[in-house]
């Protein structure tokens, strides 16, 4: 496992078991049944996730979006390996998590607390890398990894003599060289312009097509996840659980004012944003996602 973008960093660790037995079934990269998570609280304990069920397919890119507050971050963490789910089960490749698995990468928010200050661009990409391979193929993941995002022309430099949104492409690099065939991202774009953004979007839309990863990404803008995904799931309730998985027709070309200009956009932003409405409201919050 690779963690960008976050305080809690970790290099991989294999820790799946229970490979699944062959079936005549289509594989799916992800299964999540019946997740529930509890939180501790001083008089006992709060339930947050209650019977999350889905599925992710290889190269597949889905969105969460939900209300603030709902358990998007939590349902990540327990995909991640990171914390593990009080109850139900989350495979990756047919293996039940244990826990980090190298199947799965990470990106989140906070870029500015995953990068080492310290080190170059291109050692903060390889840094996951280090003891797994050799220095020959490290080096080819890490350039390649860095031409993609389009820093090949930074890779010396330090994070901080970066912007925000160039630092967010160092830390979908090291996702990328990483190489897991599923790659997270919580919010990852919420620290940037809009300009940016739109540019760290259209990057992640490439980066999927060329490296064939599945991508699950939180986003709290309902555009965005039009934009992105092939599928939508929407978190509702508290305790929360899917209360719709929408498909996205959109193909597989999508540009920004185009795509985001078409009838179909329209019709789901509308579907979307009812649904997150709703779900704030059966919260009792004013807020929610935008
Ligand atoms: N470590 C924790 N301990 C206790 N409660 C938590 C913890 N992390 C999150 N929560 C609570 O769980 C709920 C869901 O949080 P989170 O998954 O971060 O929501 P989201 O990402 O959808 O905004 C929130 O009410 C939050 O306050
Ligand atoms: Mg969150």
Redesign the pocket.
């Known amino acids: 496992m690779t963690i960008t973008g976050s305080d809690e960093m970790s290099t991989h660790a294999g820790a799946s078991a229970n490979p699944e037995p062959a079936t005549g079934a289509p594989h799916k990269l992800v299964t999540i049944r019946d997740v529930g998570h509890d939180?501790?609280?001083r008089d006992g304990h709060?339930t947050?996730l209650d019977k999350v069920s889905f599925d992710v397919n290889p190269g597949e890119f889905i969105c969460i979006v939900?209300?603030?507050?709902?358990?998007?971050?939590?349902?990540?963490?327990c995909i991640a390996g990171l914390q593990p789910s009080t109850r139900g089960e989350v495979k990756v490749n047919g293996r039940v998590l244990t826990g980090p698995s190298s199947d799965v990468g990470l990106v989140f928010q906070d870029y500015s607390r995953s990068l080492m200050p310290w080190m170059s661009v291109t050692d903060n990409v390889a840094l996951p890398l280090r003891k797994r391979l050799t220095r020959v193929e490290r080096e080819r993941r890490v350039t390649a990894a860095l031409r993609e995002v389009g820093l090949d022309q930074h890779t010396e430099s330090k994070p901080w003599q970066l912007s925000g949104g160039m630092q967010q492409r160092v830390a979908i690099a090291r996702a990328l060289a990483f190489g897991a065939p599923l790659l997270l991202m919580?919010e990852p774009f919420a620290s940037v312009d809009a300009q940016t953004r739109a540019e760290l979007e259209d990057l992640s839309l490439r980066v999927r097509e060329d490296s064939g990863q599945a991508v699950i990404l939180?986003t709290h803008d309902i555009d965005e996840s039009i934009y992105l995904a092939d599928r939508i799931i929407v978190?509702g309730g508290s305790p929360?659980s899917v209360i719709a998985e929408l498909t996205v027709p959109l193909g597989s070309n999508r540009d920004q004012i185009n795509t985001k200009s078409l009838p179909e956009f329209a019709e789901l932003r509308k579907t979307v944003h009812t649904l997150i409405q709703e779900a704030s409201r059966s919260m009792g919050q004013k807020g929610g996602s935008k």
């Not at 939900?66 to 963490?77: A, D």
């Open positions: 939180y501790p609280t709060r947050v939900g209300p603030s507050g709902v358990g998007k971050t939590t349902i990540l963490r919580d939180i978190l929360a």
